[in-house]
């Protein structure tokens, strides 16, 4: 590792495969593509043109995985961080399920990465949504209309079998996804990463972007000690944009959600509590995610934060909310817990986009990143080598301004009403 760079301590960074760092750019180089942000999405982004033939760059102000890529739950899902019936609302059935078959496909690239490049993660086969509200009748339809819609391929399950398996008087009936995954996320992402290296791909870490000038022959991207000089750029930033471009700058709402580790668990105690090895979420607005981990600690995530850092007392406050739904499980100490800051935008729909010829931006997946991160990626890289026009289903949703410096307030605010919202459909948390 660079001395001078540590990554933020989470159970993903303490149980890195493969941690080695990256160069810092202190030189000029020459790429098909550069690409500006090292996360998921710019990384999917590099692999994607990559295998596609092309010599793309990436420049990572940080470490590759720096922020809510290297941090999240690991859940990957197929859809956005917007609803489904939203999307139909702007733009129609048929475009929705355009849009939603790309996260699925994603889904199918990211298993098949792992298996072709060998990547260590730990993906572990299916979703339970389970409802925090007694309404069994729209659970069931819901099940039964994405899976007429979308072909997707969810079960029912009733208040008994969800009870059984999360043993608390929390939650009602769900929805199980049999091939959504979860999985180590900063794991895979430093998987792809060394593929995309291997296959072409040139990444620096520790080399922020300042500076972009465009030529007659493309575009320079500056770095304190170096230069990209390219034909194409790709922003990925998501919420450490450092202001290169405006109008992601306007559109980006940066969130902080917070995530935590238990120590490890007897098996009769974690039992007592949690009998499957699903990704798990309830249905509030305000909702709880969680999961089990291979050394039997539970990672629990969820609340929402205008800061950046971890809030002093964040670690009682998660465990809180844990013995809230699972009070069997008193005694349970905390390992860690740290802040994960998203790019959100107002509509809750990634931005990705062609800004001007050469300029094109993949960013902002909000609440939803691991999956549709690559459906992005992918779209970017197929624009830029293939002249492919999918990303154009993303155009009706623009860069909406998100309320410059009291956005974060705005967003706080609107989650706090979420938790009325929650209170009043059913039975408050």
Same mark, same amino acid.
């Given at each position: 590792m660079n001395a001078h760079t540590t990554r933020p301590q989470t159970y993903y960074s303490l149980n890195a495969n493969d941690d080695r760092p990256f160069p810092v %750019?202190?030189?000029?180089?020459?790429?098909?593509?550069?690409?500006?942000? #090292?996360?998921?999405? #710019?990384?999917?982004?590099?692999?994607?043109?990559?295998?596609?033939?092309?010599?793309?760059?990436? %420049?990572?102000?940080?470490?590759?995985?720096?922020?809510?890529?290297?941090?999240?739950? #690991?859940?990957?899902?197929a859809g956005y961080a917007a609803e489904?019936?939203?999307?139909?609302?702007?733009?129609?059935?048929?475009?929705?399920? $355009?849009?939603?078959?790309?996260?699925?496909?994603?889904?199918?690239?990211?298993?098949?990465?792992?298996?072709?490049?060998?990547?260590?993660?730990?993906?572990?086969?299916?979703? %339970?949504?389970?409802?925090?509200?007694?309404?069994?009748?729209?659970?069931?339809?819901?099940?039964?209309?994405?899976? $007429?819609?979308?072909?997707?391929?969810?079960?029912?399950?009733?208040?008994?079998?969800?009870? $059984?398996?999360?043993?608390?008087?929390?939650?009602?009936?769900?929805?199980?996804?049999s091939d959504y995954f979860h999985m180590h996320p900063l794991n895979y992402l430093l998987g792809i990463a060394r593929a995309a290296e291997d296959t072409g791909a040139r990444i620096f870490e520790e080399s922020m972007a300042v500076r972009v000038e465009e030529t007659t022959n493309g575009f320079i991207v500056h770095t304190k000690d170096g230069s990209v000089h390219a034909h194409h750029i790709v922003y990925c930033g998501s919420a450490y944009f450092n202001g290169m471009e405006k109008r992601l700058q306007r559109s980006c709402l940066p969130v902080s959600t917070y995530v935590m580790t238990t120590e490890p668990l007897p098996q009769e105690?974690?039992?007592?509590?949690?009998?499957?090895?699903?990704?798990?979420?309830?249905?509030?607005?305000?909702?709880?995610?969680?999961r089990v981990l291979p050394d039997r600690s539970i990672l629990w995530g969820g609340r929402c934060g205008l800061g950046r850092s971890v809030p002093q007392g964040l670690p009682d406050e998660m465990l809180h909310d844990l013995l809230k739904i699972y009070p069997q499980l008193e005694g349970t100490k905390v390992r860690t817990a740290w802040a994960g800051v998203m790019g959100y935008s107002v509509h809750k729909m990634p931005h990705i986009a062609q800004l001007q010829p050469g300029v094109w931006v993949c960013t902002n997946f909000g609440g939803n990143g691991v999956g549709p991160t690559t459906a992005g990626g992918e779209v970017v890289a197929a624009a830029i080598a293939d002249s492919d026009e999918t990303y154009k289903l993303f155009s009706p949703w623009g860069f909406a301004w998100t309320g410059g410096v009291l956005g974060p307030l705005v967003a706080r605010s609107v989650y706090c009403a979420w938790g009325v919202g929650d209170t009043l459909r059913g039975i408050g948390k």
């Open positions: %750019l202190k030189e000029r180089v020459d790429a098909d593509v550069c690409v500006i942000g #090292g996360g998921l999405a #710019g990384m999917a982004t590099a692999l994607g043109l990559a295998e596609r033939g092309l010599k793309p760059v990436v %420049l990572e102000r940080e470490r590759i995985g720096h922020g809510a890529s290297g941090r999240n739950g #690991g859940f990957v899902l489904t019936s939203a999307i139909i609302k702007k733009v129609g059935l048929a475009q929705a399920r $355009e849009l939603f078959g790309l996260t699925r496909d994603a889904q199918k690239l990211i298993r098949s990465r792992i298996e072709k490049y060998n990547i260590d993660c730990n993906p572990v086969d299916g979703y %339970l949504h389970m409802s925090w509200f007694d309404d069994a009748a729209n659970t069931e339809r819901d099940a039964d209309y994405m899976r $007429e819609t979308f072909d997707l391929p969810v079960e029912f399950w009733p208040r008994e079998k969800v009870r $059984e398996a999360c043993v608390t008087d929390r939650y009602y009936d769900a929805q199980l996804y105690k974690l039992e007592s509590a949690i009998r499957v090895p699903y990704a798990l979420r309830d249905t509030r607005w305000t909702d709880d995610y969680y």
